[in-house]
């Protein structure tokens, strides 16, 4: 008998909540209910799923107890019900940075890590969405040998969620307003996500980036990052340089990356094309290319990674966790691609 699930969302009206429930439709995966919840200003807002409409609640109107809750909230908000969200639910998914680094809450990237995994831990968080894309790509070459990553980011407006998006808009037309973003990210491009912490130099997003990668890839390799916003609605980039600890060779890079069922190689010198961001948006692709040995350090490798930040960065990422759990319990309710290998 197929297992139906108890389902809560919160944060369901953003841009990763809706990106979240769309993957669930595209699932169809087993439910005994999904219950969407945001804030006051959403209350009663109804949300189209398969067919039915889901009316947002509110967080005073938990009273049921669920299987899992998803949580797409605030670092403060997040922070605000973790023990209400507990108290209601055999598991919760985290997507806010809120307990991502303390040591008792896994960090999970299912292909790469879910052997953290284990029922006494009941809150598990969602990485980062500069990370996820990273570190499925760096998991698959790890064998060869990695001492010090060079990485700068380029990523999309939609990261910073759903207000970003409006006050980009609004710059489009015109208004030069700004005050979620430290300059306008209109036609611009800001080297600052967060933060700048003034003893080292580095901002919130960078450190995110080092000390997630290296929690989920259980290493302390060196990380130097640069995180930089650009005017793209959908879709990170990564430009990356990665140093191994002895020589290696491109065919061998593109074929450790093609045993990934989700990237795709995409590095032909004669077409002259390469990924963009348009090519992954709405898709749970990860593409490389741009792949190159450095012609006199043949130790040196520089490739270029993009991802949907709301799918595989977010959504895409948090429903695999969900997806693969069922699997460990022996349930394997809702795969739809058997061929998956994790």
Request: hydrophobic content about 40%; proline content about 4%; charged content about 25%.
């Amino acid at each position: 008998m197929v297992e139906k699930y108890k389902i809560a969302v919160f944060g369901a009206t953003g841009l990763t909540g809706r990106t979240f429930l769309r993957i669930c439709e595209e699932n169809s995966i087993p439910y005994e209910n999904i219950d969407v919840f945001a804030s006051e200003n959403s209350k009663d807002l109804l949300i189209p799923y398969l067919g039915e409409k889901l009316k947002v609640r509110t967080i005073s109107q938990l009273g049921k107890q669920y299987d899992f809750i998803f949580g797409f909230c605030s670092n403060a908000v997040t922070k605000q019900y973790q023990d209400l969200w507990l108290q209601h639910s055999k598991i919760v998914i985290d997507n806010s940075s809120a307990f991502r680094l303390q040591q008792d809450v896994p960090l999970i990237v299912p292909e790469v890590n879910i052997e953290t995994f284990n029922h006494s831990k009941r809150w598990i968080s969602n990485p980062n969405c500069s990370t996820i894309q990273l570190v499925r790509v760096l998991h698959r070459l790890r064998s060869l040998g990695i001492v010090t990553i060079h990485i700068a980011t380029y990523q999309s407006v939609s990261g910073a969620g759903r207000l970003a998006m409006f006050e980009w808009e609004n710059q489009k037309v015109g208004k030069d307003l700004y005050q979620l973003f430290p300059e306008i990210v209109h036609q611009n491009v800001i080297p600052r996500i967060g933060e700048i912490d003034k003893t080292d130099g580095f901002t919130v997003e960078e450190k995110k980036l080092i000390r997630e990668t290296q929690k989920i890839l259980n290493c302390q390799m060196c990380i130097i990052p640069t995180c930089v916003r650009v005017p793209v609605e959908v879709g990170h980039s990564e430009a990356v340089t990665i140093h191994f600890s002895s020589p290696v060779e491109k065919h061998s890079i593109v074929q450790l990356l093609s045993s990934d069922l989700d990237i795709e190689v995409r590095d032909e010198y004669n077409s002259q094309k390469v990924p963009t961001p348009k090519d992954v948006a709405g898709t749970d692709k990860i593409l490389v290319g741009r792949i190159r040995v450095h012609p006199t350090e043949p130790t040196i490798v520089s490739l270029w990674i993009v991802a949907d930040n709301l799918r595989v960065g977010a959504a895409t990422n948090a429903f695999r966790i969900f997806q693969k759990i069922g699997s460990i319990d022996g349930l394997d309710p809702f795969y739809r691609n058997k061929e998956r290998i994790f």
